[in-house]
């Protein structure tokens, strides 16, 4: 089903100049069972509405910051229950024991199973299936986020388990799981009589910074408002654009932990007091309620393809999500693009067919597998199973297709499209019904001062040593708490120089220079000595190449020789090996009045390993 043609079972028109709340609408309140709800306006309290209801609800959202805000709002008055990675499911049997007529749960994805643990030890009938109704806000997450966060994906099982369920958004993406269908689930829509499009200005060009410059200089908003689903891009942009002093960065709790570690205090994972300058990444484009006046506030929405392929914002989507959560409106709106013809996304048609294709590899390997019975085979097996892109992404731990999975893949895709020229992203806009778009057709170009650092903040050389050299630090506590605190908080935030020091010793870090690449070289080449690694090429090559970028037939040709070197591979390298591992475009590029045969890379034939994948 695509997003800009669905067939809605129910639509529900509302006047919201007296409807202010789900509440007030009486066919969604309360929000009836096996429905997909597409209320087509943020800020009018579907969460509330269940808040409200006289039953007993489980109500997810997506996010840490999220739930603590409604939280704040509701523990009061409502008695909610706020359940994330800090509450203990002992914690949830208590609050499920005390005094209380309805028990109104606002958790993550994480938290549903405690939930569900803590309901299990209470209720001895298990009839909490019946007794509680499982309400999933903001459920376009549920496929937008599925390849990266398991936690959504594993909180379905629970979902469809439930007698009275529902999801809801401003901006549902339908999804294809097939119990969707089998259990009677239909498509409602609710929306506003009243004009609801909202007035923005789409800005194409190379040179988002430039843009960013020039609005700076101009506005005198008191509150600048930037999204930008990039930590490093953001960094970048306060240290070019010299605003070192009054601003703040809103972004997940991981990101934050890391900044902080960079000497970066000026970063929350909760919502504050803004300041003049306001970053938000997508932890923060959805749920939150920004309580300005519209006179003081400017709303820019940044993305750079070329800088990183994952600052791509969704017209269907993201864009409402973040607009709407200024509630009192804004001065403008300015989505700031580098969509261009350089970038080359897979279409639908060859995005299913890739699916279909990799679909026939993985099984024939898996087949394979299963006839030999030499154990020492069996890492060979299973790493090649997991390199057959992009099927091996859209199968659970046991190997079953999850729709889920496949819908984020295709969704990706969709929004991929968007950005390979102007006039696709232009239309996008158009299509969903949503604006009134002001194009504007002044190009900023790229200068060298206005150039975003391509490389990741957290591996760079610099930040690299610092935090080997804390590892090293730690090791004189190493009987103590903070010991083990404090290397599982540098795991997380960089993985590869954990890997190292653990593996290669600091001293050996030290000799690579702190390089990331060398070390992750260093990392592939001991794994392939110990056993552990039957393909270390995959993982060297998705490590080097990028995609959408141009590269020569003689650039392609010695970076591959370089790897089959490195790797004692007795191979010639031919340019158009490439093609083994992307996808490719080829074309002819004319430099200095002479011909050179080009190729841009699309997407990957097969997956890199995850341990050492591009960040």
């Known amino acids: ?60 959202l997506p996010h840490i910051s999220i739930v603590k805000s409604k939280q704040e709002q509701h523990k009061d008055t409502d008695d909610t229950f706020a359940v994330y990675h800090e509450v203990t499911v002992q914690q949830v049997h208590e609050y499920l024991t005390a005094y209380g007529s309805k028990k109104k749960f606002l958790t993550t994805p994480k938290g549903v199973d405690k939930i569900i643990q803590a309901l299990k030890d209470t209720d001895s009938k298990l009839t909490y299936h019946n007794d509680f109704f499982f309400l999933i806000d903001e459920c376009h997450k549920l496929i937008q986020d599925a390849l990266y966060r398991d936690d959504m994906v594993k909180m379905m099982e629970h979902f469809f388990t439930f007698k009275g369920k529902a999801m809801i958004s401003a901006t549902p993406i339908p999804p294809s799981d097939p119990r969707f269908e089998k259990q009677g689930f239909e498509h409602i829509r609710v929306y506003p009589l009243n004009d609801y499009t909202k007035p923005l200005k789409l800005v194409h060009g190379d040179g988002v910074l430039s843009y960013l410059r020039k609005h700076f200089e ?65 932890s923060f484009f959805n749920g939150l309620d920004i309580d300005l006046d519209h006179s003081d506030v400017d709303v820019l929405l940044l993305s750079d393809v070329a800088f990183r392929q994952h600052t791509m914002i969704d017209p269907f989507t993201d864009t409402l999500q973040i607009i709407g959560r200024f509630r009192k409106g804004y001065r403008q709106a300015v989505h700031v693009n580098s969509a261009n013809a350089k970038y080359l996304p897979l279409s ?47 199968v659970d731990k046991d190997g079953n297709y999850n729709h889920f999975l496949a819908d984020n893949y295709l969704d990706d895709c969709r929004v991929n499209q968007y950005y390979k020229n102007p006039s696709a992203l232009k239309k996008a806009y158009f299509d969903t019904g949503l604006y009134l778009i002001q194009d504007d057709h002044e190009e900023y170009k790229k200068s060298k001062q206005d150039t975003l650092n391509k490389a990741t903040l957290k591996y760079r050389t610099s930040n690299n040593k610092m935090y080997a050299d804390k590892l090293r630090e730690l090791e004189e506590v190493a009987s103590s708490d903070v010991y083990e605190e404090q290397r599982e908080i540098i795991q997380k935030i960089t993985p590869i120089i954990f890997n190292g020091y653990e593996s290669l010793g600091y001293d050996m870090l030290a000799l ?32 080097t190449f990028l995609t959408n970028r141009t590269y020569l037939m003689p650039e392609l040709k010695r970076l591959l020789q370089e790897i089959y070197d490195e790797l004692g591979i007795k191979v010639k390298a031919k340019a158009t090996d490439i093609e083994l591992y992307y996808h490719v475009k080829t074309y002819n590029k004319y430099i200095d009045g002479s011909s050179n045969r080009a190729y841009i890379l699309k997407e990957p034939k097969l997956n890199p390993f995850e341990e050492y994948q591009r960040e």
């Open 512 to 543: 690579l220079e702190f390089n990331k690449k060398k070390i992750v070289t260093a990392l592939l080449k001991l794994s392939v000595e110990e056993g552990k690694n039957s393909l270390p090429a995959l993982s060297l090559i998705y490590n």
């Open 218 to 282: 101009l506005s005198d908003a008191k509150h600048l408002c930037i999204f930008f689903n990039s930590v490093d891009g953001i960094m970048e942009i306060i240290t070019k654009l010299q605003i070192e002093e009054d601003y703040l960065i809103f972004c997940s709790q991981e990101s934050a932990t890391m900044l902080k570690s960079l000497d970066q205090p000026n970063v929350s994972h909760q919502m504050t007091e803004l300041k003049k300058y306001n970053f938000f990444t997508s």
């Open 348 to 394: 639908e048609i060859e995005a299913k067919d890739n699916i279909v294709k990799s679909e026939v590899v993985y099984e024939a390997i898996v087949a394979l597998q299963k006839s030999f019975v030499a154990q020492e085979l069996d890492q060979l097996f299973k790493q090649a199973v997991e390199a057959v892109r992009p099927y091996a992404n859209l």
């Open 1 to 60: 089903m695509q997003i800009n043609k669905i067939e809605y079972d129910l639509q529900i028109p509302f006047d919201s100049s007296t409807t202010r709340y789900f509440t007030d609408i009486a066919a969604v309140y309360p929000i009836p069972s096996h429905t997909i709800i597409y209320k087509t306006i943020t800020g009018i309290g579907a969460t509330y509405g269940e808040i409200k209801a006289d039953r007993n609800s489980i109500i997810v």
